[in-house]
């Protein structure tokens, strides 16, 4: 059984295996994020690797750690891409992250294909309140690519989800992780109102679950990311409080995380999902 | 009639209003802008996506705040993007801006989109100075995609360019504004001689342009956006004056804006275009 | 003959060429690469342009000073571009260099490409040891795009490259350089062990030495965009450990090279190729 003090354990153990294994993690992402989550991934003690076109989207998730598949900024290309990555990672068993950005009625193209790319069931669904309430077909008021639901007031919507994937991320001011392998809700806190204010710390988060997956059980995984990023935002806040300083310091942290500072600051707590 | 005591007033009033209303701002923009756009975007006050495939342009456009349109390095699908979604701006009213990067002899595929743009009556076009005097018909001695021209030499030949736009704004040391709304000319300096040594301030400033269009009317959207960017080019170059540091606190003071800044700082000069 | 205080010499007349001459820069590069190339690019004195379509790149490549190359995330669109540059640089005696971002056995697709493209005579290959020497025919271990070999061990092997570059550079801890004009094989250290941990470093250095090609001959051009590139990673490491703050300090001491920064840090060794 978990509780809030083997959690940090567990978060510990996945970032030490991060650090020893540098996995290689496959991302096809947005222009937007394409750079920020490689920095991310770096970081953090992962190897990203960008490889977004169908010609080499097989060969190069068969060697992937784990793979990261973002639909910011979708061509028909990477859509190619993506397909192939999803199928060859789900028969290879390679852990493998799906971030429907936008989805919802607007996105069209985006959202069929991510209905699609659910028979090869992604390890771990992740997005904002808007989207993972849309993916799980119920009403959202999306705007846009952001997110103008509460995730405290949803997050129930999701459980109907863990029957395409194993884990379930809705982020915002207060992030829910739900499992097939854990019975309780996790709920994890920490970060700072400065990162919606940056774009693209969604995706590279996407990428970093990712990048956990390879040395990780995935819920572990999953949380284990969750609080990576939360600790390095509440920490780098602590030091700047306007965008550009808190951006460079948020990137200083990522790097500078240890098991001395995720005991120190993970805020996680486990609720019923009675 | 305007004078640059109420001018000041109006950019205030549009700043609030950014504040207030978040707009959403779909940009379609180069592989060097989009991450830079989006941050300045997000830290300005709005909510930037950078959907810019043609199978979702329509639907995109049209539940948008306001669109730009940005062509530093097109792509085939986003060239139909670009035409879907500058036809349903036209078409539904919604305030567009075109910036058409590199314009002249030499780049013809982009400048041969650019002048079938015109048909949907951009709201703003801004360019820096030989792009849009080699818009304006006239010869110019471009220089890939950096300018070589004096703004100051040729500002008249954007009365022209008036009749297929209702807003010129032409980018360079100095910034000049013309627009059908107006007699007058507006020159507005600031800045920092280092902000041509960042890539993708001009996309930027375009983008930043679009977001003030969703919330004010467009000649003085077009205007705030200059101002904003100019204070903040000044005010992070009193503090930093090597080109990493100085973007960094450029992108703090896009964020920290407010009305106070602008009174303080705002250089604005009505100028007659006789 | 050069000696490594004469080279020192050339280095720094390469630079003072770069600040007068500003060469307008081709690059089609990855996703991940483009802003921070570009911004690299304006930093250290030239004028960067993103060209990438096969519609515009010859009539680019024939007005630009130099011509980059790098593979990192190709789509067809900039593969069919990619020939046409190469082409045309090499039928218009431009110097070109090549980044073979990822070159093995496992991304075939942009292999091949390389392959291919070897017949339009790079001036100059650059490359990690893993890349250089699969390039070179040998086994390599190539784990994604990074390199998980010394280049202390193999550069040897580059040396039957020389038949198809006027110039080989393999960087990494140490970096060398091999040209056909130099009997001795240079050897450049400095920079920091936190470039590896950020994300397009290597396809920027590979942008910088196609910008001092535009000014300088092919080899001394090489070696002095590693000087430049080394010296401002030594001196960012020295003010700032965290990879946030190193990335803007190293960008700023891109910027705030000067001659008395070269002659003073610059680390060059000629060492014998026997």
Same mark, same amino acid.
């Given at each position: 059984m978990y509780n809030s003090s083997n959690i940090i354990d567990y978060v510990i153990e996945a ?29 953090? /003690? ?18 992937? /750690? ?13 859509m190619q891409a993506i397909r192939i990555s999803a199928k060859t990672a789900h028969e290879n068993r390679i852990p493998w992250v799906l971030d429907p950005v936008g989805y919802g009625a ?100 996407? !990428? ?12 572990? !995984?999953?949380?284990? !990311? ?39 600051? !993970? ?8």
């Amino acid at each position: 059984m978990y509780n809030s003090s083997n959690i940090i354990d567990y978060v510990i153990e996945a970032w030490e295996k991060l650090q020893q294994q540098t996995p290689l993690v496959q991302c096809i992402t947005n222009s937007v994020a394409a750079n920020y989550a490689a920095n991310v991934l770096l970081a953090a /003690g992962a190897s990203p690797a960008m490889i977004d076109n169908p010609f080499e989207a097989e060969a190069f998730t068969k060697i992937s /750690g784990a793979l990261s598949i973002n639909l910011g900024t979708p061509t028909t290309e990477q859509m190619q891409a993506i397909r192939i990555s999803a199928k060859t990672a789900h028969e290879n068993r390679i852990p493998w992250v799906l971030d429907p950005v936008g989805y919802g009625a607007v996105l069209k193209w985006r959202s069929d294909t991510v209905d699609e790319l659910l028979q090869y069931h992604p390890s771990v669904i992740r997005g904002n309140a808007s989207e993972i309430s849309a993916l799980a077909g119920s009403l959202s008021q999306s705007k846009g690519v952001d997110s103008t639901l509460k995730s405290d007031d949803m997050f129930q919507l999701a459980q109907g989800l863990l029957s395409k994937a194993s884990c379930i991320a809705i982020s915002g001011e207060t992030d829910y992780i739900l499992s097939t392998a854990m019975t309780c809700i996790v709920k994890i806190r920490g970060g700072s109102h400065l990162q919606p204010k940056i774009t693209a710390t969604g995706c590279a988060l996407g !990428a970093l679950i990712a990048a956990y997956c390879a040395v990780a059980p995935i819920h572990l !995984a999953t949380i284990a !990311a969750h609080v990576h990023f939360a600790i390095a935002g509440k920490l780098a806040y602590d030091q700047a409080q306007t965008v550009g300083s808190f951006n460079t310091m948020f990137m200083d942290y990522i790097h500078m995380m240890d098991a001395n500072l995720i005991e120190q600051y !993970a805020c996680i707590e486990l609720i019923s999902d009675d």
